[in-house]
Structures are given as structure tokens and as C-alpha cells.
């Protein structure tokens, strides 16, 4: 087992909090969406002994430390910040942790003689990578929950739906 799968729920979670990031600061998301549709976040215990992730965009690919978000390798331009900003948000690093002592105990478990023990730990790592649970964090640039935004937007349709009554009862 080299490096393992993309872990989707770290994907889509890191894709959302650049795209989040990015539209903050140059206020415009669509624009920025397309440079992250292929990016990747992996683990590969076996690369580093320290506890780590690759992520990949394009071409580009750097591995940073899940322990304090430094960059150990590699490098993705102007996305570097960002990727230790999400890195070192609470929520996220304690989901990395756990999916690294996961990925190391496969790890241990496949190199071990135990055939039960590797067929549990190979069925675990399965269910950890190919899970899109939902980490519930905070994934804004100004810090404003996204269930904040949309129920402030909702708030504004609501209001213009009010005034429109309004007009058209004068």
C-alpha cells in the first residue's frame, strides 16, 4: 500500500474553505472554482514519519504536517497559506489526526500475520477514505458560518418578497 486514496471529505472540505477564501478575498467564487475541482488530499505514513498530508492541485503538489500546518515539501503557490490555515482550524486537525492513527494502524495491521486484523483494519481504512460526512466547520475566509450566510439570504428574499406585497397593495 503506497500512498492511500484522495479522502473525500478532506477534498471537498479544503475545496470549499479556498473557494470561501479566495471569493473573501477577491470577492468573486466562480472565478476561482475550476482551479480546484482536481484537488487531492492524501496521506502516505510510510513517506514521512511524521504525520502528514499531499495535496495536490494540478501539477502542483506539496505535503504539509498535520501537527502545525508547516510545509515540509513542495509547494502550491499562493494556496500554501491557505492550506495551513485549514490545517490548523481545531475541527479539521483533530479529523486529520484520527484519520492518520487509522491510516497507521492499517498500516501495522497489514505488515502483521493476523489475517482478522487485517481484513478489520483494511474494512475501517475503506470506510474512513470513502466516507463524505459533512466535518461541520466553520469553512468561511471571514469566519461567518456558511448556515449563517444562507439564512441571512434567506432573510433578504423574505424581506423582498414583503415589499413587493407592499407596492403592490399601495
Known amino acids: 500500500m503506497a500512498r492511500t486514496r484522495s479522502i473525500s471529505k478532506f477534498?471537498?472540505?479544503?475545496?470549499?474553505f479556498l473557494i470561501k477564501a479566495m471569493s473573501d478575498k477577491y470577492?468573486?467564487?466562480?472565478?476561482?472554482?475550476?482551479?480546484?475541482?482536481?484537488?487531492?488530499?492524501?496521506?502516505?505514513?510510510?513517506?514521512f514519519s511524521d504525520p502528514h498530508i499531499f495535496v495536490t492541485v494540478g501539477i502542483s503538489?506539496?505535503?504539509?504536517?498535520?501537527?502545525?500546518?508547516?510545509?515540509?515539501?513542495?509547494?502550491?503557490?499562493?494556496?500554501?497559506g491557505y492550506v495551513k490555515r485549514w490545517i490548523e482550524r481545531n475541527n479539521i486537525n483533530?479529523?486529520?489526526?484520527?484519520?492518520?492513527?487509522?491510516?497507521?494502524?492499517?498500516?501495522?495491521?497489514e505488515e502483521s500475520e493476523d489475517l482478522n486484523k487485517k481484513a478489520s483494519a483494511a474494512a475501517r481504512?475503506?470506510?474512513?477514505e470513502s466516507a463524505n460526512v459533512d466535518l461541520g466547520v466553520d469553512m468561511t475566509g471571514t469566519g461567518i458560518n456558511t448556515t449563517k450566510q444562507e439564512e441571512l439570504q434567506?432573510?433578504?428574499?423574505r424581506l423582498k418578497g414583503f415589499k413587493k406585497d407592499i407596492d403592490n397593495n399601495k
Do not use: C, Q
Open 94 to 109: 483533530k479529523e486529520l489526526m484520527s484519520h492518520w492513527k487509522l491510516l497507521k494502524d492499517a498500516i501495522t495491521a
Open 11 to 16: 477534498d471537498n472540505s479544503l475545496i470549499e
Open 125 to 128: 481504512l475503506r470506510r474512513a
Open 154 to 157: 434567506r432573510k433578504r428574499n
Open 61 to 80: 503538489e506539496a505535503v504539509f504536517s498535520i501537527i502545525d500546518g508547516k510545509k515540509m515539501e513542495g509547494g502550491l503557490g499562493p494556496e500554501d
Open 27 to 47: 470577492g468573486d467564487a466562480k472565478s476561482h472554482a475550476y482551479r480546484y475541482n482536481n484537488l487531492k488530499v492524501s496521506m502516505d505514513p510510510r513517506a
